[in-house]
């Protein structure tokens, strides 16, 4: 038997006798419907105020996550439907989080670019 192999009975083994670590899965998922999300979020979320822009991701998440809770389940042997509605609010949760991430650096990407502009007409006047 190879590590990966051992491995695999190992995390098998866990999820039996503990059951599967929801949280762990939840960031998985989220991560894999990252850019997904942004794509569906960023043309409007850089002037909304961040409460705001955080109830606009779940609106937009909301049914990505849910496809892809189903789509896990279904394929996963360890999960059961009836840990699909706790699992999507963990990977909502784990959305909002990335999301809140990466509308800051967008933020901060779009204030430095300002800057630099500014600078830039700055220098072109005075010379």
Do not use: C
Not at 12 to 36: H, K, T, V, Y
Not at 55 to 67: F, M, S, W
């Amino acid at each position: 038997m190879g590590k990966d192999t051992n491995m695999e009975l190992v995390g098998m083994l866990r999820s039996w006798l503990i059951g599967p670590d929801f949280d762990a899965i939840a960031e998985d998922i989220a991560a894999q419907r990252r850019s997904e999300v942004w794509q569906r979020i960023q043309h409007r979320v850089g002037h909304m105020a961040l409460a705001e822009a955080r109830g606009y991701v779940r609106v937009k998440a909301t049914h990505l996550v849910n496809q892809a809770v189903d789509q896990r389940i279904s394929t996963e042997g360890t999960l059961h439907s009836d840990s699909a509605r706790h699992l999507q609010q963990l990977t909502v949760d784990a959305v909002l989080r990335q999301a809140v991430i990466d509308i800051m650096h967008a933020r901060q990407a779009a204030e430095r670019e300002t800057i630099q502009r500014e600078a830039v007409g700055t220098y072109r006047r005075a010379a």
